[in-house]
């Protein structure tokens, strides 16, 4: 009888929290209907095959595919070989100038940083199209400002038709990706820079280190984790990538593939191109891969890195 | 028997019935195509002709975007709720409709008897017994030259190689003009302006096309790598930069007049006679000596079938048979410069350069593009590869042989010639 009173007192003092479900509900049937369900969708996709106008189980005979066979394997490693590229490039030069970009911001001393914030940051919130028809148009060897405005500084002969070559269309698309993304890292990073306390500074100010020592000694540490948060951003972002090479190359990704990463090969095969009928299991295939090489890189992020990085946070 | 009576019945009343009752038994036909830019040439021109003979059928044309076409037909077709004529792509995307049983099979058409076995070619299965699409134009390739350069210049209009590069050599050495304008950027140029239109010259058209379909001719054979050998020649003539020009630009390059000859398929007449100030004038692609039989790319692009699962079947039919008619063909081609019927019947037409192209018919002989039909099923995709290659061998990174070869190992890791 006590522990039946006992319970019916807990029952009454904590009541069915219905609001949370009310509220987590909408995100959550929402993710799940086109988030969650689509990804096991293409899961069961890739294990499948059309023969005779209807779905086979195969296994991992799709997989066995694109690994064996070297009419897909070959692509599939210069996909992946350009997607590594494509990403190292943005680790290199985007993510140090965004944070060369913020430090530059966070300084006092100097002005119209609301303007310069901004300048910075409004091309991440254009169109892929319009940056890579813009950039197409600015590099364009017959009607581009590019020859012209190097001809000006006397650098003419050091044009050549970037997105034509095959040695060099692909850094000049990251750079492209880069112009418009260093907005994000630098916010990034900017927003981490603010919320240092004061009495850290002064601290160090105290103690006598002060300007590049101390962005070295004290800021750069405590940003790390922000930093680390960009790193994993970039790479989401860089093996989901499609648009900016669509837009500028073509769904071939010229010249000779050498523009070509996992996000237009998976184009090519799940929708098809020109007379190439598209495939839709192959393309699930290739997702799967994509979203295992993502997971990879999120968890090495999660459990290797962001544990080491927590000591550091206030 | 007894529904032929029915039929006949159901006839002899909407015939002696009034007229206000065939009216209101106005039967609809909707058009799916992806030619948006025609939309006032169908509602203003080619369904009224037809309205007018054909009093209770009206007509719709819908189109939707060309990239969107194919997706949005399939999945409409798979709802239901597609229309009740199809406008087909050539060979393999509405070979596969047909084989899902969504065209109906129009081998026996009335009207089909006006087209040529080889016009029929892209709407047909594999062995040719059944047709499903009427086919409707055809473009041909050859080159558009800007005459009041030529005039200028004072060049004669090449018919052989020799002089073809010699009037290239005059233009560049002039400086004037860029001798041709063609990009490698957008990578389909170089196939299909490029080796599509002067390789059937040398693979002697639709003889060796059906050759390399069969499996006697390899795409290493000398027929199959010389156009490649002319394209690398074609690389000193091109504009600065060619490797990132695209196509609209050496569209814009051309109208502008900044450059002499222009690589064309004949779509581009309409265009480039709305946007050009000078004279145009058109030649063949040149042969190896002068007499030598030329050979034209006359490809197959558009047609139109009969969605299987339409309730209008009879009155489509009827529209079909039109669209097969030389009536159609007429009308079509004059408002459509450089799409050419491929009716049996000579078509009269208004435009001089579109008058050039056609002329070619009757002196050359015409094929379609080497890699539409049959080879471009499996992966690698011949087509597609195709592109890549013409590009790679007019920027210089891979030699013609190389290339070939490429291609022939892609098409011999899946392709096995029916022996």
Redesign the interface.
């Known amino acids: 009888m006590d522990t039946e009173t006992m319970a019916a007192e807990t029952r009454a003092k904590r009541p069915i929290r219905w609001h949370v479900g009310v509220f987590l509900a909408p995100a959550v049937l929402v993710y799940t209907a086109f988030m969650i369900l689509p990804l096991f969708g293409t899961l069961q996709l890739s294990l499948f095959r059309n023969i005779e ?1 209807s779905q086979v189980f195969v296994g991992f005979g799709n997989f066995r595919t694109l690994f064996g066979d ?3 394997s070959v692509n599939f490693w210069n996909a992946l070989r350009n997607n590594v590229w494509f990403f190292i490039i943005h680790m290199l030069v985007q993510n140090p100038i965004g944070i060369l970009l913020a430090a530059l911001l966070s300084s006092p001393r100097l002005r119209f940083t609301a303007f310069y914030r901004t300048a910075i940051f409004v091309p991440t919130i254009l169109s892929f199209v319009i940056v890579g028809f813009a950039w ?1 148009l600015i ?5 581009g400002v590019a ?1 012209h405005l190097m001809d000006f500084v006397g650098l003419k002969s050091f044009f ?7 040695q060099y269309a692909l850094t000049a698309l990251s750079l492209v990706s880069v112009w418009q993304f260093v907005g994000i890292p630098m916010m990034l990073i900017y927003a981490a820079l603010l919320s240092i306390p004061d009495e850290v500074i002064e601290a160090a100010e105290c103690d006598g280190v002060t300007g590049m020592a101390q962005f070295w000694k004290i800021k750069l540490p405590l940003i790390l984790p922000s930093i680390g948060i960009i790193s994993i951003l970039t790479f989401v972002g860089n093996f989901n990538a499609f648009d900016l090479i669509y837009t500028a ?2 769904a ?1 990704a ?4 050498s523009t070509d990463i996992l996000g237009t090969f998976l184009y ?1 095969a799940f ?1 098809g ?5 598209g ?1 839709p299991n192959m393309g699930a295939a290739i997702a799967t891969i994509m979203f295992l090489i993502i997971l990879a890189g999120v968890c090495v992020y999660l459990f290797l890195v962001q544990t080491r990085l927590r000591r550091y946070q206030f | 028997m007894k529904t032929k009576l029915l039929t006949a019945l159901l006839l002899g009343t909407s015939i002696f019935g009034t007229t206000g009752m065939a009216l209101a038994e106005d039967v609809t036909l909707n058009i799916e195509s992806w030619r948006g830019d025609d939309l006032t040439i169908w509602k203003d021109k080619l369904i009224p002709a037809f309205e007018a003979k054909n009093p209770g059928i009206k007509v719709v044309f819908a189109p939707s975007a060309p990239t969107e076409y194919d997706a949005a037909l399939g999945a409409k077709l798979a709802a239901g709720s597609a229309g009740d004529l199809i406008t087909c792509r050539p060979f393999d995307k509405s070979l596969e409709l047909f084989k899902k049983g969504n065209l109906a099979d129009l081998t026996t058409l009335p009207g089909m008897e006006n087209f040529s076995p080889v016009a029929k070619s892209a709407w047909q299965t594999d062995d040719g017994k059944s047709s499903f699409c009427v086919p409707m134009a055809s473009v041909i390739h050859g080159f558009i030259y800007n005459k009041d350069a030529f005039d200028k210049l004072g060049l004669k209009v090449p018919t052989t190689r020799d002089e073809f590069f010699a009037v290239l050599d005059k233009i560049k050495a002039d400086g004037t003009y860029i001798p041709m304008a063609m990009g490698t950027k957008d990578l389909w140029e170089a196939a299909t302006m490029g080796y599509q239109n002067i390789g059937p010259n040398y693979w002697k058209g639709e003889e060796g096309r059906a050759a390399l379909i069969k499996g006697e001719q390899k795409l290493t054979d000398k027929d199959w790598v010389a156009p490649y050998e002319e394209l690398a020649k074609w690389k000193p003539y091109l504009g600065d930069g060619f490797e990132a020009q695209t196509y609209p630009d050496s569209q814009n390059l051309f109208t502008l007049g900044r450059a002499a000859i222009y690589p064309a398929g004949s779509w581009e007449i309409g265009l480039f006679n709305t946007q050009a100030q000078f004279k145009m004038g058109a030649f063949p692609p040149p042969v190896e000596k002068a007499g030598d039989t030329c050979y034209i790319s006359d490809h197959t692009d558009i047609g139109m079938g009969l969605n299987a699962a339409s309730k209008h079947s009879e009155e489509a039919k009827k529209f079909l048979s039109w669209v097969a008619s030389p009536d159609f063909a007429t009308i079509y081609a004059n408002a459509l410069p450089g799409f050419f019927s491929l009716n049996s019947s000579p078509v009269k037409m208004e435009d001089p350069l579109a008058q050039e192209f056609v002329s070619w018919r009757g002196k050359c002989k015409s094929t379609i593009r080497s890699t539409y039909q049959i080879l471009s099923r499996g992966t690698p995709n011949l087509e597609n590869e195709t592109w890549v290659e013409s590009a790679n061998v007019i920027n210089g990174t891979d030699t013609p042989e190389a290339a070939a070869k490429k291609l022939q190992d892609g098409l011999d890791s899946w392709y096995k010639p029916a022996k």
Do not use: A, C, H
């Not at chain 1, 590099?139 to 009607?143: A, F, R, T, Y």
């Not at chain 1, 050549?160 to 095959?166: D, F, Q």
């Not at chain 1, 010229?254 to 593939?257: I, M």
């Open positions: 106008q070297p009419n897909w197409k590099l364009s060897p017959i009607w020859p050549t038709p970037w997105l034509g070559k095959e190359q073509g071939l010229g010249p000779n593939y090519r929708f191109f020109q007379l190439q009928v495939d």
